[in-house]
């Protein structure tokens, strides 16, 4: 047999093993996303501020909590310090960190996409194994409901 006529026959538990690994794998995925997209954002938003920041060299709005905005103006518009580590800070041009910080979001935005894309893989394959499992529970409704309507049969 090829490849294409082989069919391999999977019970109702299996199929509903199958749901719930999918369903775990959807979470997981999900998740994933999330965390990404919270990256991304946050990288977005400090490579935005450094450009404003060079732009308008050094006033700034920060804002401050409960809709109020301060303007401040930064004095030192050529470096900044970046983390390396959870307690560690670097020295740094922000034009270096703004390079750094576009790299980083090209990273993240293709990871995003690359994930995206299994989350909608996966999601095809939940859908394909409710659906079985749905006709399944019809099948076993009309069963049930014909062997009501069947007349008695009366055993020897």
């Given amino acids: 047999m090829t490849e294409a006529n082989k069919q391999t026959t999977v019970s109702e538990t299996q199929l509903v093993q199958m749901a719930r690994q999918e369903e775990a794998i959807l979470a997981q995925k999900q998740s994933l996303l999330?965390?990404?997209?919270?990256?991304?954002?946050?990288?977005i938003t400090a490579k935005d501020a450094l450009k404003e920041i060079c732009a308008n060299k050094g006033k700034v709005f920060i804002g401050i909590g409960a809709t109020i905005?301060?303007?401040?103006?930064?004095?030192d518009t050529e470096n900044c310090k970046r983390a390396?580590?959870?307690?560690?800070?670097?020295?740094e041009k922000i034009k270096g960190t703004i390079e750094w910080l576009e790299k980083k979001e090209d990273t993240l935005k293709k990871q995003f996409e690359k994930l995206s894309k299994e989350y909608s893989e996966a999601e095809?394959?939940?859908?394909?194994?409710?659906?079985?499992?749905?006709?399944?529970?019809?099948?076993?409704?009309k069963m049930i409901e014909n062997s009501k309507r069947a007349p008695p049969t009366i055993s020897k």
């Fill in 69 to 75: 905005m301060v303007e401040a103006q930064i004095t």
């Fill in 34 to 43: 999330e965390r990404i997209s919270g990256y991304l954002h946050e990288t």
């Fill in 124 to 141: 095809g394959r939940m859908v394909q194994i409710t659906g079985i499992l749905k006709q399944i529970q019809g099948e076993k409704k």
């Fill in 84 to 91: 390396f580590t959870e307690s560690g800070y670097k020295d």
